[in-house]
């Protein structure tokens, strides 16, 4: 039989869903065209540490590829891997999760994310989140047919959330509630205080809780709380972790879930049709990482206080007010004294020094009067880069 077949006059671009086409493109990788473009350009644009995974955890990864471990893993993870991480978890904690029922191993904690998300929302359901927030934030929640629900956080009162804002924006749709702390971009926490009335919320309006600690390791003064260890918020938490920024294994993609059975159950299911598992290699990696890296990681976090201390003082020095970030590895100074939007500021300061930022407008849209600058980079290009830095704002 032979077919007629007429070519259709529609456009492949058609076929994108409507989901995937509404998304705006990152305001950070639109951005960072540009910075690659730019040569001798100091970056204090990227999200990454500017360590080399230390050696003992790359070794490992080396170990495995040499002795034939390089075969798909259980779709949870390596059980060593899951065991070592509920016994972190456990010291850090005192939380108990079992290996065998309530802990994944993800790549990164970039899908932990997207299905934690596609695990728990219905089209329609709403999801609260703070800004300033990671930029992929109301992507993720969007691509799981999510609403998300943004609630602003402000530089005078250090970016703390208000609880009263959270209150008023919990409907009868809403399904989650995300966190982020020590956050990107402002590096602000939560204190215990507010975990306990986030709790409280979260229990009365039986939310789920979904708390992307990536940053916890990198924490300045005092001990991380976890919103975890909070009486009743294990069975209510879908906690988020990983390796990247910790132990700077940005490249191995590995990050860990931890939740209710039920909750695991479900994003395994996305995870074993979608990933199978993590990669095999990096999972013996984050093994030695996580058993025996804790020296490795004080000493960078040793680094990045020095860092810290040095760019909140001459950013303030320069007339350009931030807070000293309680964790991570970005400031957020305030701009408004140059009037420039921060899309014109970083642009201008590309251009006219050669010092990447990225404007705050990526992280939210109240926040064109910043700029995020990340200090994962080392003291004598941080020094150069404020040198150019404070020349450009004399000069504006
Ligand atoms: C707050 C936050 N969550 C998640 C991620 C993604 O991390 P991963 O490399 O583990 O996917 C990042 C990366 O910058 C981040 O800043």
């Not at 691509?143 to 209150?167: C, M, R, S, W």
């Not at 975990?195 to 600690?213: Q, T």
């Not at 408004?336 to 407008?361: E, H, I, M, N």
Request: glycine share 6%; hydrophobic share 40%; proline share 5%.
């Amino acid at each position: 039989m032979k077919l007629h077949l007429v070519k259709s006059h529609s456009t492949i671009e058609n076929h994108i869903s409507d989901n995937v086409k509404t998304l705006p493109p990152s305001g950070i990788r639109e951005f960072f065209d540009i910075v690659y473009n730019t040569p001798d350009c100091i970056s204090l644009g990227v999200g990454e540490p500017d360590f080399v995974t230390p050696w003992r955890i790359s070794d490992s990864g080396i170990y495995a590829i040499k002795d034939g471990n390089t075969h798909y893993t259980s779709n949870k993870g390596l059980l060593e891997l899951r065991q070592a991480i509920a016994e972190h978890i456990k010291k850090n904690h005192g939380v108990e999760y079992n290996p065998q029922t309530q802990v994944l191993v993800t790549i990164g904690v970039s899908e932990g994310l997207d299905i934690a998300l596609r695990s728990i929302i219905n089209p329609g359901d709403e999801v609260i989140y703070f800004e300033p927030c990671y930029v992929s934030y109301s992507a993720t929640i969007k691509l799981a047919y999510g609403k998300p629900v943004a609630i602003a956080t402000h530089f005078d009162n250090g970016f703390a959330i208000d609880i009263e804002a959270l209150q008023k924006a919990i409907t009868s749709k809403t399904k989650a509630i995300m966190l982020n702390y020590p956050s990107n971009p402002t590096g602000a926490s939560i204190d215990k205080k507010t975990l306990e009335a986030i709790a409280a919320l979260a229990i009365a309006h039986n939310l789920i809780v979904i708390s992307d600690e990536i940053y916890d390791a990198i924490t300045y003064e005092g001990e991380h709380v976890s919103i975890i260890s909070i009486p009743e918020m294990q069975e209510q938490t879908i906690y988020l972790n990983g390796f990247s920024k910790a132990y700077a294994m940005t490249g191995w993609r590995l990050g860990y879930a931890c939740g209710p059975e039920s909750i695991i159950a479900a994003m395994n299911k996305i995870h074993q049709y979608t990933a199978l598992c993590a990669p095999s290699i990096a999972q013996y990696a984050a093994l030695e990482a996580i058993r025996k890296g804790q020296r490795d990681v004080a000493s960078m976090r040793a680094q990045y206080l020095k860092r810290r201390n040095f760019i909140t003082n001459r950013l303030n020095e320069m007339g350009l007010p931030c807070l000293p970030p309680k964790g991570a590895f970005y400031v957020f100074p305030d701009i408004s004294s140059t009037g420039l939007s921060s899309r014109d500021f970083a642009l201008q300061l590309l251009k006219a020094c050669k010092v990447a930022v990225v404007p705050g407008s990526a992280f939210g849209s109240c926040y064109d009067t910043h700029i995020r600058c990340s200090y994962a980079t080392s003291m004598e290009q941080l020094k150069e880069a404020m040198d150019r830095m404070e020349q450009f704002v004399k000069e504006l």
